[in-house]
């Protein structure tokens, strides 16, 4: 095994205020990646996410930083990806337009030979990921 890492960022039509409220509130996952999560729920420090078939993974909440945007959370294990020991951390800036910037990264544990599925896997689900935030927000302004 050997330690790797991912990153997604991207610009999104949303103010950085309204990314952050998403992120932050650390539950409703369903609500943004709803394609990979069915349900999420939280129990003290640990948010409970639940997929298809109801099969189920725990994530240590390691950090929610409201000041600083950022959210940063442990999966020991999951039954998703060939990987271990992810941290993941989510974090808000904004552009030079008063635009949301959503950066997600993870580090994970990972055998050499499944290393660039596991880094194409999490890159699509950080796009589809911070879309999913994109299209929330403007749901619920048109709503």
């Known amino acids: 095994m050997k330690k790797s890492e991912q990153t997604v ?4 039509n949303a103010t950085p205020k309204a990314a952050w409220e998403v992120i932050g509130a650390v539950t ?14 939280v129990e003290g420090q640990k ?9 189920e993974f725990r994530e240590d909440i390691l950090k929610i ?5 950022e959210f940063k959370y442990g999966i020991p294990e999951q039954p998703m990806m060939p990987v271990d020991n992810i941290i993941g951390s ?11 910037v959503v950066r997600w990264h993870w580090t994970f544990d990972v055998a050499e030979e499944n290393e660039a599925q ?4 999490l890159a ?6 911070i879309k999913g935030i994109e299209e929330l927000i403007a749901a619920q302004v048109t709503a």
């Open 124 to 129: 699509g689900a950080g796009q589809m990921g």
């Open 47 to 55: 948010r409970i996410c639940t997929l298809d078939g109801g099969v």
């Open 90 to 100: 989510m974090k808000v800036t904004q552009d030079a337009n008063g635009k949301a």
């Open 28 to 41: 409703g996952v369903e609500k943004w990646l709803g394609a990979m999560i069915k349900g999420s729920r």
């Open 118 to 121: 596991a880094k194409e896997m």
């Open 65 to 69: 930083d409201h000041e600083n945007r």
């Open 9 to 12: 960022e991207l610009s999104i």
